[in-house]
């Protein structure tokens, strides 16, 4: 896939690949290529799985939020066999941001929620770039409610910088409803697997969120807040200095939540990232959730709630400081 946006970390790659697409044009109809097409398409695979191999926290976000990464309703078209989109949340809209609607892949079928950011300036107007508001995630609950009701397993894919922060969202109540969405989804009783496809800011990201399973493709993040959020609380302004440095600081890619017992799965990505080869991203993907959705259907309802709540119980660490009595009397 030719990539349209060019991270600023891959220009030795960039060189690369225009010298290479520059040889086989010129060799165009010749029956092999010749010994230097294959040293530098060699070297280029080298390249890209040592720059890959070594990324930065930021230049990870600069990967999940790459304009040619696959989005949900990229992976509609490449996973799924059939899709029946659900609009509208019976109260006030339907959000563009949030797509969801009954799948079928192969003999599975499953009920698909995830956000959806846009590719065009007009698309990602529509979308809001993946923020979601209010009544997404009333859509997201109802939909969920009526997967259940059809012993049907949710499948959700995240996408998103956060929630939009606007006026009318926070008079409609988002953050009520992402606390609904997130009760919810604690006692579906249905499988759920969660996917981090990309940006999973806020609690934008994990008002659908709660899972069974919860993955991550290997270059995507998965924070509490957006790095330039997190930098303007500790150093007042976001810019190219504090962003990478706020980004380190949250250890939030793949590796660190995998670490952490954040996520179950990392899922790797097609040499270069996911934007260079969506197909290859979505024959993962769907290996991963017919698997999953194989392991979690075989267990009772009451297994899969019990597991859930454990598997968030878990998450974090603390320490209690026990008072010393004898500190009071100054014995």
């Given amino acids: 896939m030719a990539v349209t946006a060019r991270l600023p970390f891959e220009t030795d790659i960039y060189e690369l690949e225009d010298l290479l697409l520059k040889l086989e044009k010129e060799s165009d109809g010749q029956p092999e290529p010749s010994d230097k097409i294959r040293k530098i398409r060699k070297e280029l695979a080298q390249l890209k799985k040592h720059k890959y191999g070594s990324l930065s926290a930021w230049e990870t976000v600069l990967v999940s939020r790459h304009p040619d990464r696959p989005q949900t309703m990229d992976y509609v078209k490449l996973l799924l066999d059939d899709f029946v989109e659900l609009h509208g949340d019976r109260a006030f809209g339907d959000d563009r941001a949030i797509r969801s609607g009954f799948a079928r892949m192969d003999d599975q079928r499953f009920l698909l929620v995830g956000h959806q950011k846009g590719h065009t300036l007009n698309e990602r107007r529509e979308c809001m770039y993946g923020c979601a508001h209010p009544e997404g995630y009333r859509k997201a609950i109802k939909n969920m409610r009526l997967a259940a009701k059809y012993k049907l397993p949710v499948v959700s894919l995240i996408d998103t910088p956060g929630a939009f922060p606007g006026i009318g ?120 959730l017919a698997r999953s959705m194989r392991e979690l259907q075989a267990k009772s309802t009451a297994d899969l709630l019990d597991e859930r709540y454990a598997k968030f119980r878990r998450m974090g660490a603390f320490e209690r400081l026990v008072e010393n009595p004898a500190a009071k009397t100054g014995a």
Avoid at 219 to 237: M, Q
Wanted: charged share 20%; hydrophobic share 40%; aromatic share 4%.
């Fill in 169 to 288: 969202s926070e008079e409609r109540g988002v953050a009520q409803l992402i606390a609904s969405a997130l009760l919810e989804m604690s006692q579906l009783p249905t499988p759920v697997i969660c996917v981090v496809i990309g940006e999973g800011g806020s609690g934008g990201a994990l008002g659908i969120g709660i899972g069974d399973k919860v993955a991550i493709l290997e270059h995507a993040y998965y924070s509490v807040i957006s790095p330039e959020g997190c930098a303007g609380i500790l150093w007042k302004v976001a810019n190219e200095q504090t962003k990478p440095l706020a980004a380190e600081a949250l250890k939030f890619t793949s590796k660190h939540l995998e670490k952490f017992g954040i996520v179950d799965d990392v899922l790797p990505e097609p040499l270069g990232g996911a934007h260079r080869d969506p197909r290859g991203m979505a024959t993962t993907l769907k290996t991963y």
